[in-house]
């Protein structure tokens, strides 16, 4: 019952990535906007029409990988900002998944569990 489940909440989110519209607000490259020496290495952003707990719309990381694909997601525990969210993965390397990963885990008051899509399923 456990993997049925699984796959339908892995089908969800494809649906939701595939009906939504995808807005790069912070490309690979550019700095945080509140941490200027923190330089996103893989692009950033959000599903238009969707919501978080932010007020904002879904988090995304998108990676550089051929198939663009949700291949995990990244739930976050901010202790300053006193939140939590769920950031989608998609289409990421195994090298970007890892520095989304530290991204998400490099100070004190902000933790991140990654959760990976495995092969069964896709």
Known sequence: MEH???????TA????????????????GTPHPHFPDLLYE?????LEDTA????????VWVGS???RRVNAVICT??????????KILLGCT????????????????MKGLLVER???NR
Do not use: C, M
């Open 4 to 10: 049925s489940h699984n796959h339908e909440f892995w």
């Open 13 to 28: 989110l494809d649906q939701l990535v595939e009906h939504s519209t995808l807005v790069i607000d912070r490309p690979k």
């Open 42 to 46: 893989v692009d950033y952003g959000y």
């Open 52 to 59: 978080s707990p932010d007020r904002g719309g879904i988090d």
């Open 65 to 67: 990988a051929e198939e």
């Open 77 to 86: 525990v901010d202790l300053r900002k006193r939140d939590s969210e769920l």
């Open 94 to 109: 195994e090298a970007e998944t890892a520095h989304i990963y530290q991204v998400h885990n490099q100070t004190g008051s």
């Open 118 to 120: 495995g092969a069964d």
